[in-house]
Each structure stands twice: as structure tokens, then as C-alpha cells.
């Protein structure tokens, strides 16, 4: 068991670290031995150091998922349109940790958001001013969604309006008291934590369009691991914590991000992660008793999700000098995945993956999800194109009661992309 002494020793031991000249190689001694245990090399505070924080004091094991907080809350200095993303993960996973080591002049922390926050109705703004015009060119974090899925009907449809309306740069309301407040041109990047009960919600990409992209953790294996840290760590949590925001405050400040040429291939890759989020988390209008389509499906157009993932990807390559595009596109394509009805991608993929046409009562045993699930979502996909269906008649007395097999449609212009993108194609 780790002691407070030495957790204390640590952190002091990184703070020391800060006051030394820069670009030198430090060695950590062995009080016991006398042997070198740890050398490392110090530049500022890098992105290593960040990985270090996360897995000695709260073992965090999926390090991605730090990185794509960092690169959303870089995405600030960049010019464009703002990155908002919803971090959504089992309770306890240490969302809040990460959400809230984003602490500097221009982070707002909202723990209470209702349809009345940004603009709040009334004529005197003097004596009541509005929050949305104080939220330009800053990051708003909200370390959890719970109260607000917790919001009556009306006032959650009224405030996922709002929130679309911002994410475009604008706020505004019209109230019986007088008020007419009108605020444009506001840029504001935005950071949330939920449970994934936001699902059982009217999902959030049908209620703010295009807006949000969703990016779901993994959690840890060793969960013993985990709750070791947490004995270990419980008496002095707030230590940790502000050492954390401070690293994390001195990473994103020395990190400078820069518009690097993109490999026309990462280019295309990027636009067929676009083109999956449309697909995968298109909205269709389905009859509640025969499950079948009731109008066509509408994908979205990738233009706005396009630019954000490619701003996502300058800011990830900008996190150290030697980041990886294979690395930086993997996590676009578990954004690609996790911002997607994920039903719908276990049978595309499932269908993506075999060259024998399937039943609908077959994927439901081999997926293990309900029959009804199946056609709905095989109806969507066959809707778009993505898939053929051959529909056997079960009894020529009753025509409209069919059996039906799927089979990917491999003349599909999007399907013919995946296949030729082969790291891609693991990653799905």
C-alpha cells in the first residue's frame, strides 16, 4: 500500500521538475538500493506526463480517451467552427476527473443548465444579465448530463433548441417581460460527461442535429487495480486533483497547434469516418407495430461533421511531436463509432464482415438483439443502400409475410471505400 508520504513525495518530486532547466535528463534514485529506477526526459510538461498522472493515480488504462479531452479543449485556439463532445461512459469511470482538470481563465463550469441559464427572459440585464454572451471563445464543461435528462419534455426540447442554436453562434428569447435579447457571432466549445442513460433518452444527435459527437470509454480491465488506487488515494484526492488541472493547465498553454498538411489519404479516410456517422446514426420514421420505414430515410450531409473531425485531427497530431496518424484515426473512428445508434453498427458490421447472406431471425440469435431490433434497423440500412435484401414468401396465401435475408451491397460507393481502406476496416 502506497503511503500519503510517499504520494505527497511524488507530486512534490513533479513540481520540483518545474523549476529546472528544460531539455535535461533526470534520474530518481532508489533510497534503499542506491539504483537508478526512473529516468526521464523533461521537456515542460508533455503529453507522457499527462499519461503518467492518469495511470498512477487513478489507473486509467484507455489513454485515448485522455487524448481526445486534450485535443477538444485545444481546439479553442483554432479558427472555425467549435468541437462539442459528450464523453459518455459507465458511473464512476472518472469522467468528472478528466472534465474538470480543464481549469483556466477561459473554461465556464455549468453543473445546472435549464432552459432559462443562457438567456434568462428578463428586461433589466443589468440586474439580471444573460450567461451566453459571457460563454464566447470559452470551453463550457458540464461534468454531467443526469439533471439535465432529468428536465420535464417541454423544457429539455426547449433547451436542446438552445444548445443548437449556440453551437451556431446564437442566443436569444422573446418573454413576456419585455426582453428582447439577441446575442451573435458567439464561438463556444463544449465538453460533457453523462451515464449512458443519455441513450434511453431521445438520443442526442436527433434533437441537436449534426451538432454533438460522442465519444464512449472504455473503462478498465483491472478493475482491482482500480479501486487500489482509490483506497490509496481517498485521503488527499484534492491534492491529486489540482495537481492535475495544473499539469493539464501547463500542457494545453505550451501547446501550440498548428494546420499541417494532411496526407491526401488521411484526407479521404477522414471523409469516410464523415460519411459512417451519417449513415450509422441517421434517423428514420418507424411504424411502432409492423416495425417497417413509414418514409424514406434522409442521411444527414458530412459537411459540418467532416470539418469537425478534421479540426479534430490537426489538434491530436498537435499533442506531441511524434503522434501518429494511425493513432489519431483510430480515435475518429471510436467518435465515428460511439456517436452512432450501436445496434445499428453491430449488424453493418456483422453483415460488413461474412459473404453469405443471413436471416433476419438468424442475427437476432447470432447478435443476441430482438427480432423486431433486427428489422428495424436491417430496413434502415436496406433503405440507404447499404445492404440487398431477397425476400422469400412463406405462404403464397399470405404474401405480405416474408422471410428475409441480408447481404451486404458491395456496389455500394461507400461500401467499395471501406473495403479499400484495410487499416479501417480492422478498426470497425
Known amino acids: 500500500m502506497v503511503t500519503k508520504e510517499e504520494i505527497e513525495r511524488e507530486i512534490e518530486f513533479d513540481k520540483d521538475l518545474e523549476g529546472r532547466k528544460k531539455d535535461k535528463i533526470y534520474g530518481r534514485i532508489d ?60 458511473s464512476g469511470d472518472m469522467k468528472s476527473v478528466q472534465l474538470n482538470s480543464i481549469d483556466d481563465e477561459d473554461t465556464y463550469l455549468l453543473h445546472n443548465l435549464t432552459s432559462k441559464t ?11 444579465p ?3 454572451p459571457d460563454l464566447h471563445e470559452k470551453i463550457v464543461i458540464i461534468p454531467d448530463m443526469a439533471q439535465i435528462l432529468k428536465l420535464p419534455p417541454t423544457e429539455k426540447a426547449e433547451l436542446w433548441g438552445q444548445l443548437r442554436d449556440l453551437y451556431d453562434g446564437f442566443a436569444g428569447k422573446d418573454s413576456g417581460f419585455g426582453s428582447r435579447a439577441k446575442y451573435r457571432g458567439l464561438k463556444v466549445t463544449l465538453l460533457a460527461g ?9 438520443l442526442v444527435h436527433q434533437d441537436l442535429g449534426t451538432r454533438e459527437l460522442i465519444y464512449r470509454t472504455k473503462g478498465n480491465i483491472k478493475k482491482k487495480e482500480v479501486m487500489k488506487r482509490c483506497f490509496e488515494n481517498e485521503e488527499f484526492e484534492k491534492k491529486i486533483t489540482d495537481h492535475l488541472k495544473e499539469k493539464t493547465k501547463k500542457f494545453l498553454e505550451e501547446t501550440n497547434v498548428f494546420r499541417h498538411y494532411i496526407h491526401p489519404k488521411y484526407l479521404n479516410e477522414i471523409m469516410n469516418i464523415a460519411t459512417y456517422i451519417t449513415y450509422m446514426r441517421a434517423t428514420a420514421e418507424i411504424d411502432s407495430y409492423s416495425h417497417e420505414l413509414r418514409n424514406d430515410v434522409y442521411p444527414e450531409e458530412p459537411t459540418r461533421i467532416a470539418k469537425q473531425l478534421k479540426r479534430l485531427f490537426i489538434c491530436l497530431m498537435s499533442l506531441s511531436e511524434d503522434y501518429s496518424e494511425k493513432r489519431a484515426l483510430e480515435i475518429l473512428w471510436h467518435i465515428a ?12 458490421n456483422y ?5 453469405k447472406e443471413v436471416s433476419t431471425s438468424e442475427l437476432s440469435e447470432l447478435l443476441q438483439i430482438g427480432k423486431s431490433t433486427v428489422k428495424r434497423e436491417t430496413g434502415v440500412l436496406w433503405n440507404m443502400g447499404l445492404v440487398n435484401c431477397r425476400r422469400q414468401i412463406i405462404n403464397s396465401n399470405y404474401p405480405d409475410r416474408t422471410y428475409d435475408h441480408w447481404l451486404i451491397n458491395k456496389k455500394h460507393p461507400f461500401i467499395i471505400n471501406l473495403s479499400e481502406l484495410k487499416p479501417s476496416k480492422d478498426i470497425i
Open 31 to 90: 533510497e534503499v538500493t542506491g539504483k537508478l529506477i526512473e529516468v526521464r526526459h523533461y521537456k515542460g510538461t508533455d503529453l507522457n506526463e499527462i499519461y503518467r498522472i492518469y495511470q498512477k493515480y487513478f489507473h486509467v488504462e484507455d489513454t485515448k480517451r485522455i487524448d481526445i479531452i486534450l485535443a477538444v479543449a485545444l481546439s479553442r485556439k483554432l479558427e472555425g467552427i467549435p468541437i462539442w463532445l459528450f464523453l459518455v461512459g459507465a
Open 194 to 202: 453523462s451515464t449512458p442513460s443519455i441513450d434511453a433518452q431521445i
Open 118 to 128: 443562457l438567456v434568462n427572459g428578463f428586461k433589466d440585464k443589468i440586474k439580471h
Open 351 to 355: 453483415l460488413l464482415g461474412h459473404d
Open 130 to 132: 444573460d450567461l451566453a
Open 337 to 348: 463509432k460511439s456517436s452512432a445508434f450501436p445496434l445499428r453498427i453491430k449488424i453493418f
